[in-house]
């Protein structure tokens, strides 16, 4: 599986922006697709996960309500869509791959079986 993640830059405080999560390889269908964060000097950190073949989603308390994950199977596409961004929401943001379904063991970023490259959002006061 490869996961080729796209759409970040810098934004201003109270503004959104979408990042998209390209996947390709042969068994990609069987994974559930997901987003992780790290901040400056900060862990990595796990925001949401979409189940490929039936949309169930699962989200950190962190960024639930204001984040939302969505999926395009025509396009073998994930999205981040990141609304009321604050600077604390400034990361480097990757995507991921795993079997797992949606759920608690996506917040093991150790078990995690695929990731993107990361993208850099830069949210500015």
């Known amino acids: 599986v490869q996961l080729q993640a796209s759409g970040g830059g810098t934004v201003q405080a109270g503004g959104s922006l979408r990042l998209a999560c390209a996947g390709s390889g042969r068994t990609f269908g069987r994974y559930s697709m997901g987003w992780f964060r790290r901040p400056p000097g900060e862990e990595r950190r796990f925001l949401a996960a979409?189940?490929?073949?039936?949309?169930?989603?699962f989200y950190a308390d962190s960024v639930k309500g204001r984040f939302f994950i969505s999926k395009d199977n025509a396009k073998n596409t994930v999205y981040l869509q990141m609304n009321s961004l604050s600077p604390e929401d400034t990361a480097v943001y990757y995507c991921?791959?795993?079997?797992?379904?949606?759920?608690?063991?996506?917040?093991?970023?150790?078990?995690?079986?695929?990731w993107g490259k990361g993208t850099l959002v830069t949210v500015s006061s």
């Open positions: 991921a791959a795993d079997l797992a379904r949606p759920g608690n063991p996506w917040f093991n970023r150790y078990a995690i079986d695929y």
């Open positions: 979409i189940s490929w073949n039936d949309g169930v989603t």
